[in-house]
């Protein structure tokens, strides 16, 4: 185990899209980072790359959020790598394919609550396990990437994805009240359209373009524009935040 005094970030998902953003920000702005990807290794060393050659620090954490064993995996490559951990922020998560809930299957939601809900939880709980001033930790700061789906209900497309985001929401109203005097902060970023790979994954590559009229800022969102706000609640300028669920939807 290695100990040194740069605090180290954990952001699952941080091969690609919303979590590369935030692995390169959060190490601008002095984190050591921990990049967690599920299977595209040459994403994740790209991120751990481009990292190193501006100076900072980053590993890649192979890791699948949606098993036991894949969170265990993470956590323990994280002690090994660092020895210590300050932040985490649970980015990882997938929709499907356009479909309507007479469509979907017991596997697809299964899978879908693993990832978004379960894996999000246990990723959580291993983060407090050595945050937590209870625990002998110094306290930290944990961000939970949401979705406006939460609140727009995705009718049509993926009500399940939807409903997952809404399982996050409620997650960070009550983790952030439950680990408070722990010495932890916990919110939420709620992103709108983000211009990623994530539509194309859910077979609807030209989303964020077509969706854009809808917005009242008439374009989807960046990957930077949310790891932006997520620097912010990871940061001490929001130190008497927590329990806040912050929209980066261009007003949708
Ligand atoms: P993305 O471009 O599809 O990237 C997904 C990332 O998550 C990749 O790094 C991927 O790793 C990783 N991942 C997927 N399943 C995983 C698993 N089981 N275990 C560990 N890592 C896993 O997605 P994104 O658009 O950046 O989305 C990031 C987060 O923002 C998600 O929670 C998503 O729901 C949320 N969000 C996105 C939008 C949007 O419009 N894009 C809007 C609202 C909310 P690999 O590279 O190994 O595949």
């Known amino acids: 185990m290695k100990i040194s005094d740069q605090p180290v970030l954990l952001v699952t998902g941080g091969s690609r899209g919303?979590?590369?953003?935030?692995?390169?920000?959060?190490?601008?702005?002095?984190?050591?980072?921990?990049?967690?990807?599920?299977?595209?290794?040459?994403?994740?060393?790209?991120?751990?790359?481009?990292?190193?050659?501006?100076?900072?620090?980053?590993?890649?954490?192979?890791?699948?959020?949606?098993?036991?064993?894949?969170?265990?995996?993470?956590?323990?490559?994280?002690?090994?790598?660092?020895?210590?951990?300050?932040?985490?922020?649970?980015?990882?998560?997938?929709?499907?394919?356009?479909?309507?809930?007479?469509?979907?299957?017991?596997?697809?939601?299964d899978r879908m609550l693993r990832v978004n809900v379960s894996g999000s939880i246990l990723c959580a709980a291993a983060a407090v396990r050595r945050m937590s001033v209870r625990h002998g930790g110094k306290g930290g700061v944990i961000?939970?990437?949401?979705?406006?789906?939460?609140?727009l209900g995705s009718a049509g497309q993926y009500v399940d994805y939807a409903a997952s985001k809404g399982a996050i929401d409620s997650f960070t109203i009550g983790l952030s009240r439950e680990v408070a005097s722990d010495g932890i902060r916990v919110n939420a970023v709620r992103p709108g359209i983000i211009d990623t790979e994530l539509h194309a994954s859910g077979g609807l590559p030209d989303r964020a373009r077509e969706l854009s009229p809808s917005v009242p800022l008439k374009r989807p969102g960046t990957a930077q524009e949310v790891a932006d706000a997520v620097l912010y609640l990871l940061s001490p300028s929001s130190s008497y935040v927590t329990g806040a669920i912050l929209n980066v939807s261009g007003g949708r």
């Not at 660092?82 to 649970?90: A, I, K, M, Q």
């Not at 961000?143 to 609140?151: G, P």
């Open 143 to 151: 961000v939970n990437i949401s979705s406006m789906a939460a609140v």
């Open 18 to 109: 919303i979590g590369a953003a935030v692995c390169l920000s959060a190490a601008e702005h002095g984190w050591a980072v921990a990049v967690n990807y599920a299977s595209n290794r040459p994403a994740a060393d790209a991120v751990v790359a481009a990292i190193a050659q501006a100076g900072g620090t980053a590993v890649a954490v192979e890791g699948d959020v949606g098993s036991e064993a894949g969170v265990s995996a993470i956590f323990d490559a994280v002690d090994k790598a660092f020895g210590r951990l300050d932040g985490l922020v649970n980015n990882a998560g997938i929709v499907g394919m356009p479909a309507r809930i007479d469509e979907i299957t017991p596997e697809r939601l």
